[in-house]
Structure formats: C-alpha cells, structure tokens
C-alpha cells in the first residue's frame, strides 16, 4: 500500500529545519565560541581597501573577534569607523593600538590589535561612556607599502621620461660617443703590446715602491729606536734650556732692540764706507799685484836661487859671527876697538848692497846675490888674514915670512 505524504507538510518541514539551522549557526557563532563579547570602535584616518563586515580580529596574532560593522565618521568623512567585537578577557588598554595587515600570501585584510603596556589601565574601565570605548588605528603597514609602492612608481615613470628625453634630444652626441668609444677600444686593441709594456712597468714600479716601503719601515725603526735611547731627563733639560733663552730673550727686550740699532747704525756706516772706495783704485791695486805675481811667476827660478843664496849668506853670517866673537874675546879693548872698526866697515859695506837691493827692486836679483858673495868672500878673507896676523890689524905692517936658509 503506497504511502502519501502531504506537499505541505513537506514544505513546512524543510522550512523549520533551515530556519532552525540558521538560528543555530548565528548562536553558535555569537555565543558558542567566544562567550561573552566586548564592543569597541577603531577609528581609521587611512583607507581601509579589502577591509569588510567579517573580517577577524587578531590581538598579538591570536584570533579574538571579528569584524561586525563599518561606516564613516559623520562629523568627519575621511575617517572609518569599524565596529569591532572581541572576547571580554581581551587585554585591550589605553595605549593599545589597532591596524590593518594582510594574512599569508592570500593577502586577506585582518584588523590586528596591539598590546600596550602590562600596567596600563583597562580602555573598558577608563573610558566610562555609554557608546563603545574608541581604539585609534596606525597607519596600515600594507596600505604604506602600497602608497610607497605607488610613489616610487610615480618617481620611476618620471626618471624613466626624462631619460627618454634626454636620450632623444642627444641622440647624435650619443652617437658620436659610441663611436669614440669603437674608436678608443679600437686603438687599444691595436697597441695592447704597448699597454701590455705599461702594465709591466707599472708592475716594476709597484715592486721598487714595495721596496721603497720596506727601507722606510727599517728606517722609522730605526729611527725609533735612535729615538728611544735619547733620555726624556736630556729632552726636558734641552726644552727646559730653551725656556730660559727665550725668556731671557724676552726680558732682555730692550737690549736687542739697542744691538739691533747699533748693528743697523754700523752697517749703514760700512755702506758709506764702500760707496766712498774708489773702484778704478781698487781695481789698479789688484793689477798691480797680479803685475807682481806674474813677474814672480816668470822668475821662478831666480826666485829660487835668490832664496837659495839668502840661506847661504845666512849661514855665512852665523860662522862669520861665531869668528868674530872668537877674536874679540882674545883682544883688549884696544885691539878690539880696531877690529870692530874693520868690522863696521864691512857692515856699511853690507848696508850699500842692501840699500842697492831695495833700490833696483827685483829685475837685480841676480846681481845682488853676485855682489852678496863677493862681500862675504872678502869679509871671509878679512876674518882669515885677523885670524892669521893679528898685530896687523893694529900696526898695518905686513907680516914678515919667516925662510929657512941652508947652512954652509
């Protein structure tokens, strides 16, 4: 037997299981999960792109509301307030602070509550208003990146057209460039052998200065060590030495400014001096004297034998001397006054030929040694004839020589 149900029944019976159904989902998702709730008002002073009724509501990253409503500031339409809805045991405080972030890769938008301080007061307690407690928004690090982002567009497009027209309005001295370029490379390739020599060179002179360096660094060490050995008592005597100086320097002030005078005044005298010398005269006593020296010059060798026969007339002199002292001792002064008469007739004789040196200068050298050892040999022939006889020199008689005859 077929069982009949009635259309109508059906029908009501669908619609109360949805409407059931449906009344289920909404206290489930009101009260199920969550328990007791707490309103609270974000205000957002930028755009909220992507943010919708129903987006959750994370605090710390931890899912604790959603979304329940959005609309515009009405005393001020640049500001969103989205009206929130979060756990009551949610720690939202005074200086708790909301913003918008996307989640994962998705890039679904989420309102992100971040925790203020642990001693904060409760925004719940401190508020005391009847409408919900307002939570201030930061500017949505998505929403930065994204005006950054645009900005930095916005500034490449221009570089990018500008570059275009520069690149168009030059474009034959970029030509010509290039081609200086093909041009320059071109002639490098042709004389690599001589950058190939360059390079060398500038290897040689990279090592020599190498070397240079290290002779430096030997020598500062050394240097140093030199410098080490020197005593800090010796610096600070020799610093200590210089202080004084120079303060006696400066408390001698007056008297260097006297001696600078005095210098000043001394050689302005000198410079009157020299204006008033003669130059000619000057100049007339250098010929003069190079007259003598090239006269000297070439007499060499009667100068050299004049010199030679001064040393021997000297030595004359001195033995002449010796005998002359030897027969005055042996004689009263009688005989000694005779003999020194004889004695200053050959020095009278001596006086001519020196007056005769002095007066024919030196064109008579020659002549004047000659006559020098004539004098010398006579007075030496006088010395022996005394030595010899000397009662002649006091009677004049000549001696008688004495003969020996034979005996018959």
Request: aromatic share 6%; no cysteine.
């Amino acid at each position: 037997m077929e069982t009949r149900a009635s259309p109508f029944v059906v029908g009501l019976f669908t619609l109360g299981t949805l409407f059931a159904t449906l009344a289920f989902t909404y206290w489930y998702s009101r009260f199920g999960e969550t328990g007791p709730t707490q309103d609270y008002r974000v205000v957002f002073s930028d755009e909220v792109t992507g943010l919708g009724v129903g987006a959750p509501v994370l605090f710390n990253g931890i899912k604790v509301g959603a979304v329940r409503k959005m609309s515009l500031a009405p005393d001020d339409p640049t500001q969103i307030i989205a009206e929130i809805e979060v756990d009551s045991d949610t720690p939202v405080r005074v200086d708790t602070r909301a913003q918008i972030q996307s989640q994962g890769f998705t890039g679904v938008p989420f309102v992100q509550l971040i925790s203020g301080r642990p001693d904060s007061p409760e925004l719940t307690q401190a508020w005391g208003g009847e409408d919900a407690p307002i939570i201030y928004a930061d500017a949505s690090t998505v929403q930065s990146i994204i005006d950054r982002a645009q900005s930095l567009m916005v500034k490449l497009d221009t570089a990018v057209t500008r570059v275009d027209d520069i690149l168009a309005g030059n474009q034959s001295g970029i030509n010509n460039s290039i081609r200086n370029i093909e041009k320059f490379s071109a002639a490098l390739a042709d004389r690599s052998e001589t950058i190939g020599s360059f390079m060398d060179d500038a290897a040689a002179v990279a090592r020599r200065l190498n070397a240079l360096g290290a002779k430096l660094e030997s020598l500062s060490t050394s240097l140093q060590e030199r410098l080490d050995v020197i005593s800090p008592d010796s610096v600070r005597e020799t610093v200590e030495n210089v202080r004084k100086f120079t303060t006696g320097l400066a408390d001698n002030t007056d008297e260097l400014k006297s001696f600078i005078a005095d210098a000043s005044k001394a050689a302005k005298q000198l410079a009157a001096i020299a204006d008033k010398i003669d130059p000619a005269a000057i100049e007339e006593s250098v010929n003069n004297i190079r007259s003598f020296t090239s006269s000297l010059g070439g007499r060499e060798e009667q100068v050299a034998k004049f010199f030679d026969d001064a040393a021997a007339v000297a030595a004359q002199f001195r033995e002449t001397a010796k005998r002359i002292d030897g027969i005055v001792s042996g004689f009263s002064e009688s005989e000694g006054g005779s003999l020194i008469t004889e004695v200053t007739a050959a020095a009278k004789s001596f006086k001519r030929l020196s007056d005769q040196l002095a007066g024919k200068g030196m064109r008579d050298l020659e002549a004047l040694v000659s006559d020098g050892r004539r004098t010398l040999a006579n007075i030496d022939r006088v010395m022996n004839e005394v030595q010899r006889n000397p009662t002649r020199l006091l009677t004049g008689q000549s001696p008688v020589r004495e003969t020996s005859g034979n005996r018959r």
